[in-house]
């Protein structure tokens, strides 16, 4: 059961984007598997992608494809990665593109492709070339939620997010929908993520704000320290809007832009959190007085990976020696122990170093007892912060991984 995520909101339709989904059966038999995002001539399209050097065919295709032209369209597919596949893959991913470039009229190169599911294998091009039409056919500005469903492959819940927002005082609607819920911890973006706005942006600031904003959203989670082959986030402005072109990466506008795409990466990274595979805790990590935010992020980190840590959250059992540990090991040569301090949410279990005398089992207890958790470690070394979101490790985590290809 995800941890405070609930249904799908209302997904706002973007000037410019028309969406549809279809089943070629890939690996689910019984669900829509295939997702076309339609975008009109004269948007623009940034994105980020993973850094697993094994990075997957339609990684590889997408991103070439992107920098060339804008794209007309992007085409997903749920249940089959098709990484690990070499160059077999890649013509794979190209013929599926110029398949769909065919049934909308545009070069297969303003096509770009991506996939999720299981790696190393042969991604099935002729189920999905032959599902394309019917999928063609159903294009709509309404179907983000079905979009949204498309894309899931471990996912319990569908995951989007929709806006209205002001820049210059005219009116524009940004709308994106994200799928992860294992294999998380990204360098770049995470699993998949595609947003949209009306907003009119030149690409290269397109691309300054969807740098920004993945900072410090989809790049600071983690649920298992696994980074994926997949990995892939874009972001469409149409320009259909009423604002003014955003061309300045120092303006008020682009701040103004920057902002609402900052708060929607940021609320779908938490809700792949939240829906981590198994996960009963969704648990925010802020670690304070470092050095250097990278001195606080390897901390961040170091604690959000221990296993040891991970199970005594799913088990709700306040055993802070866990999170001890895990700070001394994190590789911070000038840390002092005896600066440091560890809170659970407000309850103070570590202070200079030593547990707090005023600090009871019961009162650490009612705070692990409880489904969301803010765990804050002071370095005392420093002015520096950073935050990251992680998620406990339960048995279903386990069991859903041991079985996912069966």
């Not at 992007?74 to 160059?87: E, P, Q, R, S, V």
């Not at 794979?92 to 190393?120: K, N, R, W, Y």
């Amino acid at each position: 059961m995800a941890v405070g995520l609930s249904q799908l909101p209302t997904l706002y339709p973007v000037k410019g984007i028309r969406l549809a989904t279809g089943s070629a059966g890939i690996k689910y038999k019984d669900r829509p598997d295939l997702v076309v995002i339609e975008i009109a001539p004269g948007a623009q399209a940034a994105g980020v992608f993973t850094r697993n050097r094994f990075c997957a065919a339609p990684v590889i295709v997408a991103r070439k494809h992107i920098a060339e032209m804008p794209p007309r369209a992007l085409l997903i597919n749920a249940g089959n990665a098709n990484a690990g596949t070499g160059d077999l893959g890649i013509g794979d991913a190209l013929a599926c593109c110029d398949a769909l470039a065919e049934q909308l009229g545009c070069s297969g190169q303003e096509v770009a492709p991506f996939s999720t599911g299981v790696i190393g294998e042969r991604l099935p091009r002729e189920a999905i070339i032959d599902a394309l039409p019917a999928c063609v056919g159903q294009l709509a500005e309404s179907s983000w939620a079905d979009a949204a469903h498309g894309i899931m492959t471990t996912d319990t819940l569908a995951k989007g997010v929709s806006r209205e927002f002001e820049v210059e005082g005219s009116s524009l609607t940004i709308t994106g929908i994200v799928k992860g819920a294992g294999m998380i911890c990204p360098n770049m973006a995470t699993m998949l993520a595609f947003i949209a706005t009306d907003a009119s942006v030149t690409r290269d600031v397109l691309q300054e704000c969807i740098n920004q904003t993945v900072t410090h959203s989809f790049n600071r989670i983690t649920i298992d320290g696994d980074t994926s082959t997949n990995d892939s986030f874009v972001l469409v402005a149409t320009g259909q809007g009423q604002a003014p072109l955003i061309d300045n990466a120092d303006s008020v506008e682009f701040m103004q832009l920057a902002q609402v795409v900052s708060q929607v990466t940021s609320e779908l990274a938490q809700a792949i959190v939240r829906d981590a595979e198994g996960a009963t805790k969704f648990i925010t990590i802020d670690v304070s007085g470092g050095v250097s935010e990278a001195e606080c992020l390897e901390v961040a980190y170091t604690i959000a990976h221990s296993p040891l840590v991970k199970t005594a959250f799913f088990a709700s059992d306040p055993n802070w020696g866990r999170i001890l540990a895990a700070i001394g090991r994190a590789k911070i040569p000038a840390l002092d122990v005896r600066s440091v301090s560890i809170y659970l949410d407000e309850v103070r279990i570590v202070n200079q170093g030593a547990v707090d005398p005023e600090y009871t089992e019961s009162r650490g207890q009612a705070v692990m007892d409880q489904p969301e958790i803010d765990l804050k470690v002071d370095l005392g070394m420093g002015s520096t912060t950073a935050r990251i979101w992680t998620s406990d490790l339960s048995h279903d985590y386990v069991q859903i991984n041991a079985e996912y290809r069966s």
